[in-house]
């Protein structure tokens, strides 16, 4: 008992004494430890070293510092709990915990509190629907996309007729890795292949009857809904039993660098759906270079940039200041707060002018974000990887997804959620 | 001093064998008491409730359960966390079925649904002892996680497989869902803590819980004086998978909110019970509440001291905490194999003597 007191004695201390530094707090629950870790570095020093570059580059934005709070999830959503809990108090602008599963927890809690949350390309997807899901936000795309985005891909392949192919799903045994599920059996049905579901359980280092099944099934493709380990492990599972790597398609989260690698020359061929562009050749990367990772100011070791989930958390990071400038310009107020931050996501409109004005020309889609449309353009591009070079290059042009499957989908999915939580659909 | 017997005179057998012979003890656990229900509520605000009182009354309800399975009775389960699951799904099924009974009800009912699975279960210690009986339970953990995964019924038909707890009230004050105030939660959990924990000492120290530990210490011997196998064993499984469904609802509905079966109860989750009962001290009620508070409040506060106090990158605190909680279990385990409670329980027999001890 006497350990208790001591400990709730100096946590109550604590508590007190964290004084809120600067103006525009943005919590980063981020996972640096654990099987996820592999993918959650990268993105948490992307979102926090563009951050970084406008407190040093431009003094914050609009005249407003910046401070970015880490809180350190493991991917677990009882610490993602804690973590939203203990910096919500300190000021929360938005929150952007890269994980499906504490996205789900946080939705009715964040709304609760009047503070939006923003999931690119993971989440609930019908969170795309901002009439039940006020204060959710995943522009620029989400999974159905890239469910859809994969089949078109396989499409152009195939000429337009998938008939008779079979395609295996490998997924993350997750809430994460079942999302695709419901889209690929609606384009399933309309393109008529066949499609096997094969679940990968936590934390995914064990694949071998997985990989077993496919090799005795012969699917014409496989796609991948795998994060962390598991991506690894698949990939090089793959090589392992000669599966044609051209055949062999990630969703975006299982498209990093750090992904392939390991397989070495073997996984060359390998693709992934992507909502953003891919290498280093953007002026932005360069001020990063120069004010951030140059002035060790650097969140990690700096050696991420250019690379595919780094620059995801740049890009998410970029969108964020966006958000606030136009917040800012609303509210006519460089001291917003969350729900001015909730107005300025709403109201977000990214030209193609603005981003090549911010050194990321090209980079991602031009969209804007409306009450009704929560989840943006949902355009994306095919990337492959060459094992010699180390690279990725992008072998499509960034294209629509079939938004015939989607829509219905995503209306079903958020009437039912506004049915089982009372929420009336509306905006306002 | 003040702790002894001396002077506090019984003249009653009630009063000789109440829970707190001593009267210092007594007016600690009212003193306990009055606390946590008259002061805390007032103060508790959304970070002490989320993240520190309510995640502590959940495992310890759940470290009871346990405690009473394998502390009291002597049978090994791996599967607690898969009987968390049940409380938990059960628990979804029923608030989403019937909305306009209480939460009280349907936490109840959670657990007595968690039993009756529970029961079957345990069927099979019936014939299996010691580790074999841990490898069926584990048997239990991995096929209820694979089932509420599988069958799409158990979650509504969601197309991610997640539980979504809905906005649930007991007598108007809203439990459950995003607009809970902290004192509810609070309040809620303990009402359960409090009433289950009292259950459990009165079980324990009555003729069920004798037979429990009759079985425990050498099954031939109870069954020659008397004690029927099959009834003590499987009350002892019906009984704590009771304590671990009512957790399990609760983890889900209260604390969670919401939740997918591999992550929140898969089988690191019975291994951490499992262990807050060995750290706490097996066969006693308050080892559940020692264990529990260590492995929950332990991880709180190095992150609080580390990262929020000494400004550390908040990876290498992720990874101190491994080291310095599990250091910290070594240590208590070869200072006292017995755990926290007989840590106390000495702490208590030298206070007694104090100042001649020996």
Request: hydrophobic content about 45%; charged content about 15%; aromatic content about 12%.
């Given at each position: 008992?006497?350990m208790?007191?001591i400990?709730?004695a100096?946590v109550a201390?604590?508590?007190?004494g964290t004084p809120?530094l600067a103006?525009?707090v943005?919590?980063?629950l981020?996972?640096?430890?654990g099987p996820?870790?592999a993918?959650?570095i990268p993105?948490?020093?992307?979102?926090?070293?563009?951050f970084?570059l406008?407190?040093?580059r431009?003094?914050?934005?609009?005249g407003?510092?910046?401070q970015v709070?880490?809180?350190e999830?493991g991917?677990?959503?009882e610490?993602?709990v804690?973590c939203?809990?203990s910096t919500?108090?300190q000021?929360?602008l938005?929150?952007?915990?890269?994980?499906?599963g504490?996205?789900?927890q946080l939705?009715p809690k964040?709304?609760a509190?009047?503070?939006?949350?923003?999931?690119p390309?993971y989440?609930?997807?019908s969170?795309a629907?901002?009439?039940?899901?006020?204060?959710?936000?995943?522009?620029p795309?989400n999974?159905?996309?890239a469910?859809?985005?994969a089949v078109?891909?396989?499409?152009?392949?195939n000429?337009g007729?998938?008939?008779g192919k079979?395609?295996?799903l490998v997924y993350?045994?997750s809430?994460y890795?079942?999302?695709?599920?419901r889209?690929l059996?609606?384009l399933?049905?309309?393109?008529?292949f066949?499609?096997t579901?094969i679940p990968?359980?936590h934390p995914g280092?064990?694949?071998k009857?997985?990989?077993l099944?496919?090799?005795?099934e012969?699917?014409?493709?496989?796609?991948m809904?795998?994060?962390g380990?598991?991506?690894?492990?698949?990939i090089q599972e793959?090589a392992n039993i000669?599966?044609?790597?051209?055949?062999?398609?990630?969703v975006w989260?299982?498209g990093g660098d750090?992904?392939?690698?390991?397989?070495?020359e073997?996984a060359?061929?390998?693709?992934a759906?992507?909502?953003?562009?891919?290498?280093?050749?953007?002026?932005?990367f360069?001020?990063?270079?120069k004010?951030?990772?140059?002035?060790?100011?650097?969140a990690?070791?700096?050696?991420?940039?250019?690379?595919?989930i780094?620059?995801?958390?740049?890009?998410?990071?970029?969108?964020m200041?966006e958000?606030?400038?136009?917040?800012?310009?609303?509210?006519?107020t460089?001291?917003?707060t969350?729900?001015?931050m909730?107005?300025g996501?709403e109201?977000?409109e990214i030209?193609d002018a603005?981003?090549?004005?911010?050194?990321?020309?090209?980079f991602?889609?031009?969209?804007?974000v409306?009450?009704?449309?929560?989840g943006g353009?949902g355009?994306?591009?095919?990337?492959?990887?060459d094992g010699?070079?180390?690279?990725?290059s992008l072998?499509?042009e960034?294209?629509?997804?079939?938004?015939?499957?989607i829509?219905p989908?995503?209306?079903?999915?958020?009437a039912?959620?506004a049915?089982?939580?009372?929420?009336?659909?509306?905006?306002n | 001093?003040?702790?002894?017997?001396?002077?506090?005179f019984?003249?009653?057998?009630?009063?000789?064998?109440q829970?707190f012979?001593l009267?210092?003890?007594?007016?600690g656990?009212?003193?306990?008491?009055?606390?946590?229900?008259l002061?805390?509520p007032?103060?508790?605000?959304?970070?002490?409730?989320?993240?520190v009182a309510?995640p502590?009354l959940?495992?310890a309800?759940?470290a009871?359960?346990?405690?009473?399975l394998?502390?009291?009775a002597?049978?090994?389960?791996?599967?607690?966390g898969?009987?968390m699951a049940v409380?938990?799904?059960?628990?979804y099924?029923?608030?989403?079925?019937?909305?306009e009974v209480?939460?009280l009800v349907?936490?109840?009912l959670?657990?007595g649904i968690?039993?009756l699975?529970?029961v079957l279960?345990?069927?099979?210690?019936?014939?299996?002892?010691g580790?074999?009986l841990a490898?069926?339970?584990?048997?239990a953990q991995?096929?209820l996680?694979?089932?509420f995964?599988?069958?799409?019924w158990?979650?509504?038909?969601?197309?991610?497989?997640q539980?979504?707890a809905?906005?649930?009230?007991v007598f108007g004050?809203?439990?459950t869902?995003?607009?809970t105030?902290?004192?509810?939660?609070?309040?809620?959990c303990?009402?359960?803590?409090v009433?289950l924990?009292?259950?459990?000492r009165?079980?324990?120290?009555?003729?069920?819980?004798?037979?429990w530990?009759?079985i425990?210490d050498?099954d031939i011997a109870?069954e020659?004086?008397?004690?029927?196998p099959?009834m003590?064993?499987l009350?002892?499984?019906?009984?704590s998978?009771?304590f671990?469904?009512?957790a399990g609802?609760?983890?889900?509905?209260?604390?969670?909110?919401?939740a997918?079966v591999?992550?929140a109860?898969?089988?690191q989750?019975?291994?951490?019970?499992?262990?807050?009962?060995?750290i706490?001290?097996l066969?006693s009620?308050?080892g559940?509440f020692?264990g529990a508070a260590?492995?929950?409040?332990?991880?709180v506060f190095?992150k609080?001291v580390l990262?929020?106090?000494?400004g550390?990158?908040?990876?290498l605190?992720?990874h101190?905490?491994?080291?310095?909680v599990?250091?910290?279990?070594?240590v208590?385990?070869i200072?006292?194999?017995h755990?926290?409670?007989q840590?106390?329980?000495l702490?208590k027999?030298?206070l007694?003597?104090?100042?001649?001890p020996?």
């Amino acid at each position: 008992m006497n350990m208790k007191k001591i400990a709730a004695a100096s946590v109550a201390a604590l508590m007190v004494g964290t004084p809120v530094l600067a103006d525009l707090v943005f919590p980063s629950l981020s996972y640096r430890t654990g099987p996820y870790a592999a993918g959650g570095i990268p993105y948490a020093d992307g979102y926090s070293d563009y951050f970084t570059l406008l407190n040093e580059r431009d003094g914050g934005i609009g005249g407003a510092a910046i401070q970015v709070i880490e809180c350190e999830t493991g991917y677990n959503t009882e610490k993602g709990v804690e973590c939203y809990e203990s910096t919500k108090g300190q000021g929360a602008l938005v929150y952007n915990p890269l994980s499906t599963g504490i996205t789900y927890q946080l939705i009715p809690k964040a709304t609760a509190d009047n503070i939006p949350l923003y999931t690119p390309g993971y989440g609930r997807t019908s969170a795309a629907n901002g009439k039940v899901f006020s204060h959710v936000f995943n522009f620029p795309a989400n999974y159905w996309n890239a469910a859809s985005l994969a089949v078109n891909h396989l499409l152009a392949e195939n000429g337009g007729d998938l008939n008779g192919k079979s395609v295996a799903l490998v997924y993350h045994n997750s809430a994460y890795g079942k999302e695709p599920i419901r889209t690929l059996e609606g384009l399933a049905e309309k393109h008529g292949f066949k499609l096997t579901a094969i679940p990968v359980d936590h934390p995914g280092q064990e694949q071998k009857s997985q990989w077993l099944q496919i090799r005795r099934e012969k699917p014409d493709y496989v796609l991948m809904w795998g994060w962390g380990v598991m991506n690894q492990v698949a990939i090089q599972e793959a090589a392992n039993i000669r599966f044609p790597m051209e055949n062999f398609v990630g969703v975006w989260w299982s498209g990093g660098d750090h992904d392939v690698a390991p397989a070495g020359e073997s996984a060359t061929g390998y693709k992934a759906v992507t909502f953003h562009a891919v290498g280093s050749d953007f002026p932005v990367f360069d001020d990063i270079q120069k004010h951030v990772v140059e002035t060790g100011k650097a969140a990690g070791a700096g050696d991420n940039i250019g690379k595919a989930i780094y620059n995801r958390g740049v890009y998410a990071a970029m969108l964020m200041a966006e958000a606030v400038s136009k917040a800012q310009e609303i509210h006519g107020t460089p001291d917003i707060t969350a729900a001015m931050m909730r107005d300025g996501m709403e109201a977000l409109e990214i030209t193609d002018a603005r981003m090549a004005e911010l050194g990321m020309g090209g980079f991602g889609p031009a969209f804007s974000v409306s009450c009704e449309n929560h989840g943006g353009p949902g355009t994306g591009a095919i990337q492959q990887w060459d094992g010699a070079a180390g690279t990725w290059s992008l072998i499509s042009e960034f294209g629509g997804s079939d938004m015939d499957v989607i829509q219905p989908l995503i209306d079903a999915d958020s009437a039912a959620y506004a049915a089982e939580n009372n929420i009336e659909a509306g905006c306002n | 001093m003040l702790y002894r017997e001396a002077g506090d005179f019984k003249t009653s057998y009630q009063k000789d064998s109440q829970t707190f012979p001593l009267k210092f003890d007594r007016m600690g656990y009212w003193t306990v008491m009055v606390v946590a229900f008259l002061v805390v509520p007032f103060v508790i605000n959304d970070y002490w409730a989320n993240a520190v009182a309510v995640p502590f009354l959940i495992y310890a309800i759940a470290a009871l359960g346990l405690n009473i399975l394998t502390g009291y009775a002597g049978q090994v389960s791996l599967g607690t966390g898969g009987f968390m699951a049940v409380g938990a799904y059960a628990c979804y099924k029923l608030m989403t079925m019937f909305p306009e009974v209480s939460m009280l009800v349907h936490v109840v009912l959670a657990g007595g649904i968690t039993a009756l699975v529970g029961v079957l279960f345990g069927l099979p210690s019936l014939r299996i002892k010691g580790f074999y009986l841990a490898v069926a339970t584990l048997a239990a953990q991995f096929f209820l996680v694979w089932l509420f995964n599988k069958v799409p019924w158990f979650y509504n038909y969601s197309a991610s497989g997640q539980i979504n707890a809905p906005e649930r009230t007991v007598f108007g004050i809203i439990v459950t869902g995003p607009n809970t105030e902290a004192w509810a939660k609070y309040l809620f959990c303990l009402i359960f803590v409090v009433v289950l924990a009292w259950i459990a000492r009165n079980l324990t120290r009555g003729m069920t819980g004798r037979k429990w530990m009759a079985i425990r210490d050498m099954d031939i011997a109870a069954e020659i004086i008397g004690v029927n196998p099959l009834m003590a064993k499987l009350t002892a499984f019906a009984v704590s998978s009771f304590f671990v469904g009512i957790a399990g609802a609760l983890f889900f509905s209260i604390y969670l909110g919401a939740a997918e079966v591999g992550e929140a109860f898969g089988i690191q989750k019975s291994f951490l019970i499992l262990f807050m009962i060995i750290i706490g001290g097996l066969g006693s009620i308050f080892g559940s509440f020692a264990g529990a508070a260590f492995m929950v409040l332990m991880p709180v506060f190095l992150k609080n001291v580390l990262v929020g106090g000494l400004g550390w990158p908040t990876d290498l605190a992720a990874h101190l905490e491994f080291i310095i909680v599990g250091g910290l279990i070594v240590v208590f385990l070869i200072l006292e194999p017995h755990g926290l409670a007989q840590l106390w329980r000495l702490t208590k027999e030298k206070l007694r003597l104090w100042p001649f001890p020996h």
